[in-house]
């Protein structure tokens, strides 16, 4: 196991290092010159001279990448061009709201999917399998920032019992924090949700179908601890992959439910650093989005390892 | 009187099919006395499977239960729901069954000690601790080593008979009266089945219980069962005392299964009958006999009467057949004229179609990733053999001996790694895929398995036809359909079939079109790869014989592998015994069955149970323990070592074949001791 660990460790290592290259290079992807892409047109020489050297841009590629490489091992983004303080700073304040909001929501729609999957496999072809499926399947064709205008017109504007926006931490606020937080959760929610049950349900069918299953019946098993100690597990292996996939899926949305809630997280700076042509934000952002699903999907690798047996001992 | 343990009185079960039911099980009954082994026998589709699902209510929908009575010591089961508290102490407590998949029917996830413990507190009140003890009582029970680490380990490392002991442990873990074993040996080697089920055996005389073991293989049958019941299209055709019924089998279904399985025992002149036409489709089934369109015997009698019901012939012994014994006796006189004894022509030419010289293949074992390279496993080791023109070679060994290897060696799927394999004084190791090419329309082969070898969207003339196209043998369109009808006849197909697509296909029909693709590039040889092991029972004769007849026709050689020895006894001349990628015997046919030499191949011989109470009292078993793999990693000597009776010191050197008689030659550095023996 700690060889399997370690080996997963090295490769996302790998991932990461080709990552930084490739948020890098994005300075020299800019069309045109980066400094004028970012000031625009109309500025003075010093202030081209400034950022022109604070971009590095007056070093080879190699030295610049090896310099802003080295300043990120040690937790140094460089500085932010347009709030002129460094990215660190930004970050410290905007990433823990991300996190905070994308656990919830994370951990809400995967509980929340993994039950409705098994009841719907279990009770199939019932009611309840019917509506599940209808549900997950409408959330799962609208886009998440059109749910999102849709809560804020009738929770916020018509019925006025939401707060349309902003983010409060709950502990400088608890009950307005939990209003806040209602709407982007339930939006992120809704559209991660029907995955997780569609793949739940289609893998436990899949499952209570092996000859296995039988075997537990043959033992004389309640159909209910079947399903509790016998089928459940095999049937989360897929799930699990899944829910890495899921991971990315809902930090991808995090710009986008920031930005309609007006959250100050990271996905909001994601944005605006885009419009302010913030280039050194947009890197760091991007690096500690795919830094966080490079780690996700680690870690379901790991999970994989501890729930099916035949994967541990390759 | 025994005491009846059990009775089953007029089962029936259906599924619901497009809006229709198909009754699977109709009107079936049958007992079992305590401490009594009886057999139900049929073949695939026969309901016997899904009669034993159906006394322990585990059909799942579309199928229900429609009529009948189960009686347990006396009381009706089936009135109590599928998933009611009785029920469900009855299912493992008292009945437990033994599924015939033994890589599936294991949780993959959970610990096999787990899985056999979970089954224990089930049923009985016990602390954690007595539960665990017992858990070790039965995996030593059913002959596992090192239970104590054994115990923690997930059923992916244990083989497939390892994975059915554990089954048999769980099945037996909350002390059942019954026992139904549900092919449960089908799928394992035959060394294995008989360590199997020569245990079950014993476990039920230790502990006075009953033991329903469902097969096809009338073998085992024979050598297990005190009472058989013969099943067909979901009724019981024939009952009745194991020595009765193979003596004086009453139902023609019987006599024909008895006629169409090969036996080791058999003279090999003896042409195997097999059963013509297809078992019938449940869904219209007629209000007739089931068996009369496939019945020899049939009278007018079959077709205008109604159903025959089951009336004793004999004290005990039922069955299902309008016709009395002495009619039967006097039909078959008939038509034992009309068998054509068929003589295979053995070798055409003394010229060498297909040398082998120390041929190796050997697999590295892989180590991983970081681990860099493993050990080196050798599944063909230093086969040297030569096939003659027109000589039928049988290949035979257990899975895991490398006969499968040596086959892909031969056909270029795997490159050998040392030796040389001569096609006409050719070698073709050293051939590139392209210089292959000529070569590859005169050496063909015919799979094992017919359901997944053939392409499911391609239709069966294509799937013939192709060869065809690929060796550019056929100029015009004209051509090309005339020759691909001309072999759907040559395997008795009707060519009207050409448009259907492999699943419209049965199993047997399958096997056909694999014939006659194999056949359309007009090869010298074919290598069949275990062309019978997937079919029923009645239905192997069939395609045993087609080939047969094919290579006399066609003037065609063969290697034909199998994992059994009665198979290849009809059709082979010459037989090698494989063990550990090594060849260690070769005889003649009837020179190896009269007079086997190599400790393997007697074990083997004495494994195989053969279809016929009387021989099977009188025969002398030599059993081996353990399974292939045990001396997969012993390098020096012999390989067989750690299993054979006979293993001395002497056996640890290295060996040479040596020649006993003229043409049989055997490895083993004990035959001088064991020629004195004979």
């Not at chain 2, 020649?659 to 043409?663: A, I, L, R």
């Given at each position: 196991m700690g060889k399997y660990f370690l080996k997963r460790f090295g490769q996302m290592l790998v991932v990461l290092f080709l990552v930084t290259f490739f948020v890098y290079l994005l300075l020299d992807l800019i069309p045109g010159d980066p400094v004028y892409a970012i000031l625009g047109n109309k500025i003075r020489p010093e202030q081209y001279e400034r950022v022109y050297k604070e971009l590095g841009l007056d070093k080879p590629f190699l030295v610049r990448y090896g310099e802003w490489l080295s300043g990120l091992v040690q937790g140094d983004f460089g500085r932010s061009i347009y709030y002129k303080v460094p990215v660190v700073e930004l970050l410290a304040k905007r990433l823990p709201i991300t996190f905070f909001i994308n656990v919830i929501v994370m951990t809400i729609s995967t509980s929340l999917g993994i039950w409705m999957g098994i009841i719907s496999a279990v009770r199939r072809g019932s009611k309840v399998d019917n509506f599940i499926t209808v549900f997950s399947n409408i959330f799962a064709c609208v886009p998440g920032f059109w749910i999102g205008i849709i809560l804020v017109y009738f929770l916020a504007v018509k019925l006025q019992i939401l707060p349309t926006m902003g983010f409060t931490w709950p502990w400088e606020d608890f009950a307005l924090s939990v209003r806040q937080l209602i709407m982007p959760i339930l939006v992120g929610v809704l559209t991660s949700l029907s995955v997780m049950t569609r793949q739940t349900r289609s893998s436990m069918l899949e499952v209570v179908n092996q000859d296995y299953i039988r075997t537990a019946r043959a033992k004389g098993m309640k159909e209910k601890d079947i399903i509790r100690k016998h089928a459940i597990r095999n049937a989360l292996i897929p799930v699990i992959t899944l829910m890495g996939i899921g991971i990315g899926f809902i930090f991808g949305g995090s710009p986008i439910i920031e930005t309609v809630f007006s959250i100050p997280g990271m996905g909001n700076l994601l944005v605006s650093a885009i419009g302010n042509r913030d280039i050194p934000v947009v890197q760091a952002c991007v690096f500690i989005m795919a830094a966080v699903i490079c780690m996700a999907n680690m870690a379901v690798d790991i999970v994989y390892g501890l729930v099916d047996p035949r994967i541990r001992v390759k | 009187m025994e005491e009846r343990i059990l009775e089953v009185k007029n089962l029936c079960t259906g599924f619901e099919v497009d809006g229709q039911t198909v009754r699977a099980v109709d009107g079936v009954s049958f007992h079992v006395d305590r401490g009594e082994i009886i057999s139900i026998v049929g073949e695939s589709g026969s309901g016997k499977s899904v009669t034993q699902m159906s006394i322990l209510q585990l059909i799942r929908k579309p199928g229900r239960i429609m009529a009948g009575e189960v009686l347990l010591d006396g009381q009706d089961i089936l009135k109590y729901p599928a998933d009611s508290e009785e029920m469900r102490k009855i299912r493992g407590g008292r009945i437990s069954m033994i599924f015939q998949e033994p890589m599936t029917s294991l949780n993959p996830v959970l610990r096999v000690g787990e899985q056999i413990k979970e089954c224990i507190l089930l049923h009985h009140k016990m602390t954690n601790q007595e539960a665990e003890e017992r858990t070790l009582q039965l995996l030593r029970d059913v002959g596992i080593k090192n239970e104590k680490i054994r115990k923690d380990e997930y059923p992916h490392q244990f083989s497939g008979g390892m994975r059915q002991r554990i089954m048999i442990a769980i099945a037996l873990a909350a002390g059942a009266d019954i026992l139904i074993a549900d092919e449960a040996t089908t799928a394992l080697d035959v060394t294995t089945q008989a360590q199997l089920l020569e245990m079950m055996k014993e476990l039920v005389k230790r502990y006075h219980s009953s033991l329903i073991i469902v097969t096809h293989n009338l073998g085992i049958v024979a050598r297990y069962a005190q009472r058989i019941y013969v099943m067909y299209a979901g009724e019981i055709l024939e009952s009745g005392d194991t020595q009765q019924i193979f003596a004086h089998p009453s139902h023609p279904y019987t006599r024909g299964l008895l006629k169409a399985i090969p036996r080791l025992d058999d003279d090999k002149e003896r042409v195997l009958e097999p059963i013509d036409g297809l078992p019938p489709d449940l869904a219209d089934k007629s209000a007739y006999c089931a068996f009369e369109p496939r019945c020899k015997y049939a009278g007018r009698d079959c077709r205008e009467k109604n159903k025959p019901v089951l009336h004793e012939t004999d004290k005990g012994h039922f069955a299902a057949c309008h016709l009395e014994a002495e009619e039967l006796d006097e039909a078959e006189k008939n038509f034992e004229k009309r068998t054509l004894k068929r003589h295979h022509h053995g070798i055409i030419k003394e010229e060498k179609l297909l040398e082998l010289q120390h041929v190796t293949k050997s697999f590295k074992k892989s180590g991983g990733f970081l681990k860099g390279g493993g050990e080196v496993f050798k599944a063909v080791d230093d086969v040297s053999l030569t096939i003659k023109k027109g000589e039928i070679l049988g290949l035979v060994g257990e899975s895991g001996c490398g006969k499968s290897t040596l086959a892909k060696c031969i056909l270029k799927i795997y490159q050998a790694n040392e030796g040389k394999i001569l096609f006409r004084g050719k070698d073709i190791i050293p051939l590139k895929e392209r210089e292959m090419k000529g070569l590859r329309a005169q050496i063909s082969c015919i799979f094992q398995d017919p359901f997944s070898s053939l392409d499911p969207r391609q239709t069966a003339g294509s799937i013939v036809g192709e060869p065809l196209k690929i060796h550019k043998l056929v100029s015009t369109p004209e051509a090309y359909a005339n020759r691909v009808d001309e072999l759907f006849r040559m395997v008795n197909?009707?060519?009207?079939?050409?448009?259907?697509?492999?699943?419209?296909?049965?199993g047997g029909q399958r096997q056909r079109l694999g014939i006659a693709r194999a056949l359309a590039s007009n090869p010298e040889f074919i290598l069949c790869d275990e062309p019978i092991s997937a079919l029923d029972v009645s239905i192997q004769a069939q395609i045993i014989n087609l080939l047969e007849e094919l290579a006399d026709k066609l003037q065609l050689t063969y290697i034909f592998i199998a994992h059994d020895l009665s198979v290849v006894k009809h059709i082979s001349d010459r037989i090698a015994v494989m063990y550990l990628g090594k060849i260690v015997e070769i005889a003649p046919c009837e020179e190896l069955y009269r007079n086997p030499l190599h400790p393997y191949t007697q074990a083997l011989l004495s494994a195989i149970p053969i279809p016929d109470p009387v021989v099977e009292k009188e025969r002398k078993t030599i059993r081996i323990q353990g399974e292939v793999s045990d001396g997969a990693l012993e390098i020096r000597g012999c390989g067989f070592r750690p299993r054979c009776p006979k293993a001395t010191k002497e056996c640890e050197h290295s060996m040479q074949m040596k020649?006993?008689?003229?043409?049989h030659f055997v490895l083993c550095n004990q035959i001088k001791k064991l020629k004195e023996e004979i």
């Open positions: - | 197909l009707d060519p009207a079939l050409k448009d259907r697509v492999a699943h419209e296909f049965s020649e006993y008689t003229e043409g």
